[in-house]
């Protein structure tokens, strides 16, 4: 599916004036470039909390979960 909005996207670019492209990549790149900020801006929380969620038995955890709904799913699909 992203291949093929890919290669729609690809080919109406290439229907655009030099120019139009131009734009188009510019307006796009402000986009990009607000979105970065807006990140940089958002408040990161408790500084406790941001230390615990990168903690290794965290991360093992949250592999754990994971694991345990994809082997979930794919047993209701068995039977």
Known sequence: ???QTN???ARELGK???HETQA???Y???LLTK???NQKDAPQ???LIGSLADAYENKRARAVIEWEKTRRQN???AA
Do not use: C, F, K, T
Request: aromatic share 4%.
């Open 1 to 3: 599916m992203q291949s």
């Open 7 to 9: 290669n729609h996207i």
């Open 16 to 18: 655009l004036e030099p």
């Open 24 to 26: 188009v990549v510019q």
């Open 28 to 30: 796009i790149s402000q």
């Open 35 to 37: 979105r970065i900020a």
């Open 45 to 47: 929380g408790d500084d």
């Open 75 to 77: 047993l209701y699909r």
